[in-house]
């Protein structure tokens, strides 16, 4: 783990806000296995194993992502029954299932020491992040979490990281953010915080827009931003 003083750092850090999929649990997958089950189920269409094309973004994106790549149809009735039968899916064959990213207790525990502020902030529905804290016995760790809600766009846009920030009463440039896909770094970047990717989901070439790429979190030591 690094503990050298990260060279010409201007911020002054208060609050880490973590992404859910990718960064706290190792979810991604399941997600994808349930959206597959639903569009065998409903249109005999096999979507495959490949996710990356969706991460960061909304049920709804996903919908109209695999709608354009498979030339389907959907009224919004039919969409939002798709986005719940997802839901429930992916709380049936995610259950007991899902582990943690490793390294993620200590990544926590450092903030914790230097007394900073932990949110949550993800694309997924509040339901999904809560029940993947639950799943991983994190539920309690966080001062806030942040979903995906009516009146907020989804990443790349930054509206989920700047409610995130409101949320922990800090101002965004007092935020380290870690995320795992390229739409999450865009967001957070947009929302003016510093981005530390880590590559669970995508090759480090693929994340280079943030301003730090990680392969574990045993390279990360928090206290060299102090």
Same mark, same amino acid.
């Given at each position: 783990?690094?503990?050298?003083?990260?060279?010409?750092?201007?911020? !002054?850090?208060?609050?880490? %806000?973590?992404d859910?999929?990718? #960064? @706290?649990?190792?979810?991604?997958?399941?997600?994808?296995?349930?959206?597959? %089950?639903?569009?065998?189920?409903?249109? &005999?269409?096999?979507?495959?194993?490949?996710?990356?094309?969706?991460m960061?973004?909304?049920?709804? &994106?996903?919908v109209? !992502?695999?709608?354009?790549?498979f030339?389907?149809s959907?009224?919004?009735?039919? $969409?939002?029954?798709l @986005?719940?039968?997802?839901?429930? #899916?992916?709380? &049936? @064959?995610?259950?007991?299932?899902?582990?943690? #990213?490793?390294? %993620?207790d200590t990544?926590?525990?450092q903030?914790?020491?230097l007394?900073?502020?932990?949110?949550?902030?993800?694309?997924? =529905?509040?339901?999904?992040?809560?029940?993947?804290?639950?799943?991983? =016995?994190? &539920?309690g760790?966080?001062?806030?979490?942040?979903?995906?809600?009516?009146g907020?766009?989804?990443?790349?846009?930054?509206?989920?990281f700047?409610?995130?920030?409101?949320?922990?009463?800090?101002?965004?440039?007092?935020?380290?953010? @870690?995320?795992?896909?390229?739409?999450? $770094?865009?967001?957070?970047?947009?929302?003016?915080m510093?981005?530390?990717?880590?590559?669970? =989901?995508?090759?480090?070439?693929?994340?280079?827009?943030?301003?730090?790429? %990680?392969?574990?979190?045993?390279?990360?030591?928090?206290?060299?931003f102090?």
């Amino acid at each position: 783990m690094k503990s050298d003083k990260v060279q010409g750092f201007k911020y !002054h850090i208060s609050a880490l %806000i973590l992404d859910c999929d990718g #960064v @706290i649990v190792d979810s991604e997958p399941l997600s994808c296995g349930a959206w597959n %089950i639903v569009f065998d189920q409903e249109y &005999e269409v096999d979507i495959g194993t490949s996710y990356e094309a969706i991460m960061g973004g909304t049920s709804r &994106e996903s919908v109209k !992502h695999y709608f354009s790549q498979f030339n389907l149809s959907g009224s919004e009735e039919k $969409i939002q029954y798709l @986005i719940k039968l997802k839901d429930q #899916v992916y709380l &049936e @064959i995610a259950e007991n299932k899902l582990a943690k #990213v490793p390294g %993620i207790d200590t990544l926590i525990d450092q903030a914790r020491k230097l007394k900073w502020k932990i949110g949550v902030a993800s694309s997924g =529905s509040l339901t999904k992040i809560q029940f993947n804290l639950k799943q991983v =016995s994190l &539920e309690g760790s966080f001062d806030s979490i942040t979903g995906a809600e009516e009146g907020l766009r989804s990443k790349p846009f930054p509206d989920i990281f700047l409610k995130a920030a409101k949320q922990l009463n800090v101002n965004p440039s007092e935020c380290i953010v @870690i995320e795992d896909t390229p739409a999450g $770094i865009t967001a957070a970047k947009q929302a003016g915080m510093y981005v530390i990717a880590i590559t669970t =989901s995508f090759p480090k070439n693929a994340l280079d827009i943030s301003d730090q790429v %990680i392969e574990s979190y045993t390279e990360l030591a928090l206290s060299s931003f102090t």
